[in-house]
Structures are given as structure tokens and as C-alpha cells.
């Protein structure tokens, strides 16, 4: 893993789960500046307090109001960040949805919360990102393995890593590279939505867990650390990085 140090990270959707895993972790191995970016001003205070607690010496926090579905509010945040080397995307939810059963509306709020999100934050980030530097994303084993009642969340997961391998070649002229961190259930604040019965979510754990090589379901730790591989590695870019336990040989 290639040194953080004099390097700046911008993680949108930083202020919970893997992302704020990603954001803590970064500052913890010694980047000059972790910059964190979600919609709720409480949720980003929150955020800063965290990963400053974790920061290593010389680390700078900062945390932006910003909508990831709001392509002038990231503007105005990437603006605000400057020149970064880093930009991990963690935006999305996993609201149920069915192709017969959802109104197209809903349907719809899935692909903008997470797809054109990461398209929009793209835009935003890409005349600040310096030359060596890449995006990542957050994608899911949903689009190999799908979930039933989540198809719309299984579709954009595949589309998400198409727009990885096809932005990987569009952003090589500017030496910026772009991968997806596909990971498989990962204990985190989206499944509350995705299954709202606490104790039918366990079940799900349980049931995951029971399934897969490894023994158990994934964390944010996990996932935190094959973001700041991929984000980092020079050599990678077009690649769809499978952290799922073992989920497609179980």
C-alpha cells in the first residue's frame, strides 16, 4: 500500500459507515488532509470529531454540507477542498424496489442516489483530482449475486462498474485512475432501510454469515482498507476489486 503521506482525500458520503471508515483510516495512516462531504450538517460535525480523534500528527479534518445528488452543491464543496489526490465515492442507498411492483419514480430515486451521484461527483472532482491520483467507488456483489426485491440497486451496481472501466479510459490522458470496490454485506446504516425489522436483519446476518467461507459478514474496517488499496495502487484502474467473504464460491 502505497504511502498517504502530502496526499489529500475527499470521501463523498464520509460521515457514516465505510465511508467514514475510509475517512478514518485515511487519516490514521498519515494524509496531510481528509476531507469528508454528506448532506446532514449534523452527521459531517459528527464526523470531523471522529476521524480527529484517530488523526495522525499534522493531519487537517474538514467536513463540507454537501448533496451528492446536486451537482452545483459539489461544485461549490470541491471548490472549497482545492487541488486533492483522492476521492473515494460512497454515496447511495438501498432502497427495495421490484420492476413490476415499484412506482418508475421510486426506481428512479435509486439510480440518482447512487449512479448519477458518482456521475455528478465525477464532474465536480475531476478539475481538482492532480495527475496520479483516481477515484473509487463503493459498488456491491449485488451485481453479480442480486438480492431479491432490490433490482434496481443490483442494476446500477453493474452499471456503475461499466462507468469505472469506461471513465478509467476517458481519465488516463489526465493520469487519473478509476476502480470499484465491490463489497458483499457489510454491517452498516444502509440496512436498516434495505431490511427495517431489526430482528429479521439479524436473521440476514446470520444467515450470510453461516454461508460464507470466512465465517461472518463484512465491516466498514474491511472495506476501508481495499479503498485505500485500490485509491492508492498505481497500477490499478479498470478494476472491480470483489470483497464479499467469499460470497461467489459459497
Given amino acids: 500500500m502505497a504511502s498517504l503521506q502530502a496526499k489529500s482525500i475527499v470521501v463523498i458520503g464520509g460521515t457514516q459507515g465505510m465511508g467514514l471508515a475510509v475517512a478514518k483510516l485515511a487519516a490514521s ?5 481528509v476531507s ?3 448532506r446532514a450538517e ?3 460535525a459528527q464526523a470531523v470529531i ?3 480523534a484517530v488523526a495522525a500528527a499534522g493531519c487537517e479534518v474538514a467536513g463540507y454540507v454537501s448533496d451528492a445528488t446536486d451537482e452545483e452543491s459539489l ?5 472549497n477542498i482545492g487541488p486533492c489526490d483522492y476521492v473515494a465515492v460512497n454515496a447511495g442507498g438501498g432502497r427495495p424496489t421490484t420492476v413490476l411492483g415499484s412506482p418508475l419514480e421510486q426506481q428512479r430515486e435509486v439510480w440518482e442516489a447512487k449512479y448519477w451521484a458518482i456521475v455528478k461527483t465525477v464532474r465536480a472532482a475531476a478539475p481538482f483530482v492532480l495527475p496520479g491520483g483516481s477515484f473509487t467507488f463503493v459498488g456491491g456483489s449485488w451485481s453479480q449475486k442480486p438480492m431479491a426485491g432490490q433490482v434496481q440497486a443490483a442494476a446500477q451496481q453493474a452499471a456503475v462498474e461499466g462507468l469505472a472501466r ?7 490522458p489526465k493520469e487519473i485512475r478509476v476502480n470499484v470496490c465491490a463489497m458483499g454485506v ?3 446504516p444502509l440496512w436498516d432501510r434495505v431490511v427495517p425489522d431489526s430482528e429479521k436483519r439479524e436473521e440476514v446476518f446470520s444467515k450470510k454469515a453461516a ?4 465465517g461472518r459478514v463484512g465491516a466498514p474496517e474491511d472495506v476501508a482498507e481495499a479503498m485505500i488499496m485500490l485509491m492508492t495502487n498505481r497500477f490499478a484502474t479498470g478494476t472491480v476489486f470483489n470483497l464479499n467473504g467469499g460470497e461467489y464460491i459459497s
Avoid: D, Q
Fill in 166 to 172: 469506461a471513465l478509467a479510459l476517458e481519465l488516463a
Fill in 36 to 38: 469528508v462531504a454528506s
Fill in 42 to 44: 449534523a452527521n459531517v
Fill in 75 to 79: 461544485s461549490n464543496a470541491f471548490s
Fill in 211 to 214: 454461508s460464507l467461507p470466512v
Fill in 50 to 52: 471522529e476521524i480527529k
Fill in 186 to 188: 457489510v454491517r452498516t
Fill in 29 to 33: 495512516l498519515g494524509a496531510a488532509k
